[in-house]
């Protein structure tokens, strides 16, 4: 990249250097699914350390990394039972420190994940709960509530004691005290001493049976969490990505939701859980906190909402970041994407904050599978990333997404989550570990031991052929893509073509070319469509694949255009 072109504007006062995670990309690890380090089958801290080197040198600026404290691991770690602590599965908190500042000295930040809507039915605090009883300060911790017993049907098996299971069994004589479901399926209430004539109570969890809710109109519930964020913060913790952030609070007096209606979410189709005005306010305490530090933490949002309600967490005293879920909900649709767009960046206008980009996560069926799957499915996760990238604002990378990993049909006797489980769909196909050797031994390069037991979810046939060390040899490799994507993104902030100001102005044009106009200078094109189409003027900067015509471009490839 040479200089910044001209441009006809009159310097005026020098704008604020712009914060670090304005133009960061962040690279999400599930570390269970990253590297082995200790052969067992099951990723952790030491393979993580192992690997940091592939990670800085894709080019990323941090790592997000899920849960590895202390779990019973019914949702795979998002059922926490110690909150500064690390899961002898994963390591020690010495790895821990040990990672942080390797990643440190890689010029790597670390976001950690806080769940702080629920925790573990083995937490203490919800241990103490159940044993205090009814009416008691415990139980004001969590959302326990009375309710008549059923003696025709004992048959409850959705209960603070089977809850390690996750498992929930409704028996539907027993009526719990509200209508809401569960987001993995099934009723969203257990009884925590199941059969008692004198403890007839009920908690209540939006996940699993595993996960009970904090009660955070209780305030020694948010001053518990202000101590969990100094103690990662007091660290060196870079930030913090917050679970279910704006389903805190519930509804006062919990009434039923109006629209259950044999959903299975629970979450965005209950109006009394999701997006509650009170819950602005932790996000306001937790930023003056984030602040207290130098460099300020970074807060980023699961805040799965339309663009406009989601845009409200990331007000200027609140989050800095909230993922733009309303991406990846999308097929391979140039005039929704447009749409979306739009609106996002209206959002931007209102609130201030550009969104936050992720195409993919531990949750979301892997983009080369949505977008079709196979080579069609392939090809246009390249073009989806290499549009990401280009994209005004802060993106995330899922772990194997720079590797096009597809989506795993995990066989059914082997998958583990308990959203399938209790009735949903199934994660699992998004959490296989990475491939990163070609040959199979070692589960491909996953386990770094001299052993290597079978891995916790198994690996297709073939998962080799993605692998890390094939695509390094291949200079066409969508590994390769990223790296010089990232390389160039670098550049283009260096030179200030990239600003913290940029907006996406989106259109489509004729055959379905999508296009985002960044500013003045810059703007990314997609071919969705079925025909080459006209290339907009200007110099090509990046492809997703070569392009294959003077002046067009072909279907599914994406273009970065320095304008003319
Ligand atoms: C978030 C996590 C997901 C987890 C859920 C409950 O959506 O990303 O993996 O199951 O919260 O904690």
Request: hydrophobic letters at 40%; charged letters at 20%; glycine letters at 10%.
């Amino acid at each position: 990249m040479s200089a910044r072109p001209v441009c006809p504007v009159e310097e005026t006062a020098v704008a604020p250097a712009p914060d670090w995670w304005q133009s960061a990309v962040i690279y999400e690890v599930y570390p269970r699914s990253f590297a082995d380090g200790d052969g067992d089958g099951v990723g952790d801290l030491a393979g993580l350390i192992a690997r940091l080197p592939y990670i800085a040198a894709l080019g990323v600026d941090g790592i997000w990394m899920t849960p590895f404290q202390p779990s019973p691991q019914v949702d795979q770690g998002y059922d926490v039972t110690d909150y500064c602590d690390v899961d002898p599965l994963f390591g020690t908190m010495e790895q821990f420190e040990s990672l942080l500042s390797k990643a440190h000295a890689l010029g790597l930040r670390i976001l950690l994940d806080v769940v702080p809507n629920h925790c573990s039915s083995e937490h203490p605090l919800f241990q103490a709960a159940v044993a205090a009883g009814p009416g008691s300060p415990e139980r004001d911790m969590f959302h326990f509530v009375t309710g008549p017993v059923d003696m025709t049907d004992d048959d409850d098996a959705g209960s603070a004691s089977g809850a390690a299971s996750g498992g929930s069994i409704d028996s539907a004589n027993d009526v719990p005290p509200n209508n809401w479901q569960s987001v993995f399926g099934g009723r969203a209430w257990s009884r925590a001493t199941p059969g008692s004539a004198t403890d007839t109570d009920w908690y209540l969890h939006l996940f699993s049976a595993g996960q009970p809710d904090w009660n955070w109109r209780n305030p020694a519930v948010g001053d518990y969490f202000d101590g969990v964020l100094r103690f990662w913060f007091d660290k060196g913790v870079d930030g913090l990505r917050i679970d279910v952030a704006h389903a805190l609070f519930k509804a006062d007096g919990l009434p039923d939701s109006p629209s259950t209606g044999g959903v299975v979410d629970g979450l965005r189709s209950n109006p009394q859980v999701s997006d509650q005005e009170d819950v602005h306010e932790v996000y306001r305490r937790w930023r003056t906190l984030a602040e207290k530090y130098e460099p300020h933490r970074l807060l980023v949002g699961e805040v799965n909402l339309e663009p406009a309600r989601a845009a409200r967490y990331t007000r200027a005293d609140e989050m800095q970041q909230a993922f733009a879920f309303a991406f990846v909900k999308l097929g391979w649709d140039a005039e929704a994407w447009a749409a979306v767009g739009n609106e996002l960046e209206a959002a931007r206008q209102l609130h201030g904050a550009a969104p936050t980009w992720a195409l993919e996560n531990h949750d979301i069926v892997r983009s080369v599978t949505r977008f079709g799957g196979g080579e069609l499915g392939s090809v246009r996760a390249r073009a989806a990333l290499v549009a990401l990238l280009g994209l005004p604002g802060a993106a995330y990378i899922y772990q194997g997404q720079e590797l096009v990993l597809p989506e795993v049909d995990v066989p059914v006797e082997a998958r583990v989550d308990p959203m399938w489980a209790r009735g949903g769909v199934c994660r699992d196909g998004a959490r296989v570990p990475l491939p990163w050797t070609d040959d199979a031994t070692m589960n491909h390069g996953f386990s770094l031991a001299g052993t290597a037991a079978e891995p916790w979810l198994p690996v297709p046939s073939g998962w080799g052929t993605h692998s890390v060390e094939r695509q390094e040899q291949d200079p066409q490799s969508a590994l390769n893509l990223t790296k010089t994507a990232l390389e160039l993104r670098r550049q283009l902030w260096k030179n200030e073509i990239f600003t913290a100001n940029d907006g996406g102005s989106w259109r489509v044009e004729p055959g379905h070319l999508l296009i985002c106009e960044r500013n003045e200078h810059f703007l990314v094109a997609v071919a969705m469509g079925a025909e080459p189409v006209q290339l907009p003027a200007g110099t090509v900067l990046l492809s997703a694949v070569p392009l294959a015509e003077e002046g067009r471009l072909q279907p599914n490839n994406a273009v970065w255009v320095l304008r003319g």
